[in-house]
């Protein structure tokens, strides 16, 4: 008796086991001693504008968007950062001018800037956020919100050097 | 089919039950609140993708022949308009959607998109497009290609799965209990005439060993 080695339950089964094994994040890459360094996520770059200004809060806020900037290897808090914020708003697309503002970290290298508050769009709410000053390799972030509901975000930066 | 005006309470409920199934949908998502922060090109993109799920219903009915009142002649029309109307409305969705944010729909298509359920939308645009090609080559030119409707029933089982994975995990302007129901329907109408389709392969195998 022959014994097919692909066939359809095997195909079935392969690609599902294959299907949760990547969505339980078990496949991870080896990872270096120390902090690591944060990697750009997938589209985070999208609609970017380089150059956003400082701002004390994006249009008229209600929302808040946190995080910290820490230094890789030693996760040492980097003060003084400049990081760039955008999102689809109740008062803009992501493309408007006046969806983005820039903040600086305080001496904690923690940053937190009020902006518009967050909408769905394609599909997820969601926020962009991008280290882009020189000193350290460029960033950028993607952080979805659990909820559309959300009234504010975080997002974590580990800066590798330049 | 010829059994259908025999129970007119039942021909009645089937359209009443595909009509709120058609339209329900969209009128929840034209109440969607998310509409007040988009632009015309943006809604018009989201809503050709709603209306093309609402149509997807109609596909497997009418080519199973489960429809009332409609003939098989008729039947084979409407599956075609339906057929080249999703085309269209692919087209626009993601044209639209390209025209919004052009960064995010190349993401998409070139399949590095972070939004997972961009992949199963590519991937069912390219069976709509690969379906209605595959017929046009089949009629238009009388090419005589063995296993087509294998191969068009395959097609649609990808289109199918594609749409409703990428239908459900979009946070968008549908409301998620109506949006569920309607792709449930869709994922049972496919299941029902591949169920017939089967049987109906069983008899003329049967018949071709006879």
Redesign the interface.
Known sequence: MTRELITRRNLLVTGAAALVTSATGLMVPAQAAGVAPTRS???????YRPGAPIVQRIGNGGFWMSGTVRRAGDGAPLAGQRIQIWA???EG???DARSHGATLTDADGVFRLEMPQI???????HAHLAYDSGDFETVFL?PVMRS?GDTSLEAQFVLQAA | MADWPKHPFLCVAIWAVLALLLVVPIGFAAGSPLLQWRVGIYILAGFSGVAAMSLLLLQPLLAGGYLPGVSSAQARRLHRWIGCSLVVLVIVHVGGLWVTSPPDVVDALLFRSPTVFSYFGVIAMWAVFASALLVTLRTRLSFALWGWQQIHTGLAVVIVIGSVVHALLIVGTMEMITKSLLCLAVVIALLVILVKRRRWGRQSHMIRRR
């Open positions: 996520m997938r589209g985070g770059a999208n609609n689809h708003t109740t697309r992501e493309r909408v769905p769009t394609f599909g997820q709410p993607r559309p």
